[in-house]
T-cell receptor, first 113, second 115 residues
């Protein structure tokens, strides 16, 4: 069956360090993958999108990689700040099924001052 | 301000009493979708709509109905709510699901409790 896995354990890192979050998937042929940020009690906010034919995407302190061979995406936040503390969700859409979106369960990031 | 709005934000109801959660967007987006979020299960797609009068099932459509009579509105209808529909519901929209417009904008959420 199709599955998207994010590290369910919370990730605690020191301010200023690089946070790396993982999104693994099985039995998918994703056309593209998105990363969202969600704060408690609020709706997710879009951060980055990467397509199957792209290896890497950057936006300010954020970087996403996409390895379709490993079936994995990595999400990096460089020079992390306490304000980056939130839950981060990855989401997949497949070829021919762009309308359907499947989310991972998210990883909670805590940046410690 | 560009936004997705949902009403009500909080709702406590009883089993079997029909309810509607409204969703409206002011961005002229073609695509709209409903999700529910449960601890440990993440966000799961209930229904989506590619455009007016075009809707389709997501991964967990049982017990829900939707309609898309106008581009801006996409109400979620629970004809006979049950306790297992207690959840946090999100509406989302995006410009389209083709081309380069996959970014979804989410509403603030509706917390529903069915007793």
């Amino acid at each position: 069956s199709q599955k998207i896995e994010q590290n369910s354990e919370a990730l605690n890192i020191q301010e200023g360090k690089t946070a790396t979050l993982t999104c693994n998937y099985t039995n998918y042929s994703p056309a593209y993958l998105q990363w969202y940020r969600q704060d408690p009690g609020r709706g997710p906010v879009f951060l980055l999108l990467i397509r199957e034919n792209e290896k890497e995407k950057r936006k300010e302190r954020l970087k996403v990689t996409f390895d379709t061979t490993l079936k994995q995406s990595l999400f990096h936040i460089t020079a992390s700040q306490p304000a980056d503390s939130a839950t981060y969700l990855c989401a997949l859409s497949t070829k021919g099924g762009y309308q359907k979106v499947t989310f991972g369960t998210g990883t909670k990031l805590q940046v410690i001052p | 301000e560009a936004q997705v709005t949902q009403n009500p934000r909080y709702l406590i109801t009883v089993t079997g009493k029909k309810l509607t959660v409204t969703c409206s967007q002011n961005m002229n987006h073609e695509y709209m979708s409903w999700y529910r979020q449960d601890p440990g299960l993440g966000l799961r797609q209930i229904y989506y709509s590619m455009n007016v009068e075009v809707t389709d099932k997501g991964d967990v459509p049982e017990g829900y109905k939707v309609s898309r009579k106008e581009k801006r509105n996409f109400p979620l209808i629970l004809e006979s709510p049950s306790p297992n529909q207690t959840s946090l519901y999100f509406c989302a929209s995006s410009l389209s699901r083709t081309g380069n417009s996959y970014e979804q904008y989410f509403g603030p959420g509706t917390r529903l409790t069915v007793t």
